[in-house]
């Protein structure tokens, strides 16, 4: 089975700028997480989408945003950029069916740089 | 909030030795996953713990959930050079979707 993919690996963006990644989970995967990995605060829950619904949310402003589409591929929205937005940003899926649903396959990330 | 503590931050180690590590809170969770990840990388899953004073194993990693459901435990054995990274503790206190808190994470560096 493939892993789960996440597109662009690097991205650099102006301070002010939007910008959109994608995330496309493990075949048969509904759930989709994002997390925010910086070196001050580490791993940091964003929000769940389940069957294109946002099931659980973090404490992230509301420039952060989510979707997901009925092939389990989820995006993630960040808008008006701040150079505290730089950060790792991943993506893992995850079953959400019986038994070991509670594990998460995380993918490689997408590195954002705001200047 | 919900916090995980791990420790120790860091180790060094001689090749051969075996590691402990721990990771600890003032909640109680359901499920405990450890991972590890390289630089550059996203994490990758270890080990996956679902029940108190379960103890799992996966080759040389041994994790165990601690029977007060606010720690957890993981054990690597025989360390070769390929185990340097950071490792994660994440904790799971709902049955309901997948708002997984991490810990700070273990940075580990094994010495040839």
């Known amino acids: 089975k493939a892993g789960v993919t996440q597109t662009p690996r690097y991205l650099i963006k102006t301070r002010g700028q939007q910008v959109t990644l994608s995330c496309s989970p493990i075949s048969g995967h509904r759930s989709v997480s994002w997390y925010q990995q910086t070196p001050g605060q580490g791993l940091q829950f964003l929000f769940e989408y389940f069957s294109e619904t946002q099931r659980n949310k973090g404490n992230f402003p509301g420039r952060f945003s989510g979707r997901q589409f009925s092939n389990s591929r989820s995006e993630m929205n960040v808008s008006t950029l701040e150079l505290g937005d730089s950060a790792l940003y991943l993506c893992?899926?995850?079953?959400?069916?019986?038994?070991?649903?509670?594990?998460?396959?995380f993918g490689p990330g997408t590195r954002l740089t705001v200047t | 909030g919900q916090q995980l503590n791990q420790s120790p931050q860091s180790m060094f180690i001689q090749e051969g030795e075996d590691v402990s590590m721990n990771c600890t809170s003032s909640?109680?969770?359901?499920?405990w996953l450890w991972y590890k990840q390289d630089p550059g990388e996203g994490p990758v899953l270890l080990i996956a713990?679902?029940?108190?004073?379960e103890l799992t194993s996966n080759g040389r990693l041994t994790a165990q959930f601690g029977i007060t459901r606010k720690d957890s435990f993981l054990n690597i054995s025989a360390s070769i050079p390929s185990d340097v990274g950071i490792y994660f503790c994440?904790?799971?206190?709902?049955?309901?979707?997948?708002?997984?808190?991490f810990g700070p994470g273990t940075r580990l560096s094994v010495l040839p």
């Open positions: 713990l679902y029940k108190a004073g």
């Open positions: 893992a899926s995850s079953s959400a069916g019986t038994g070991r649903s509670y594990e998460q396959y």
């Open positions: 909640s109680i969770f359901n499920t």
């Open positions: 994440a904790g799971l206190a709902t049955n309901y979707g997948q708002n997984f808190v």
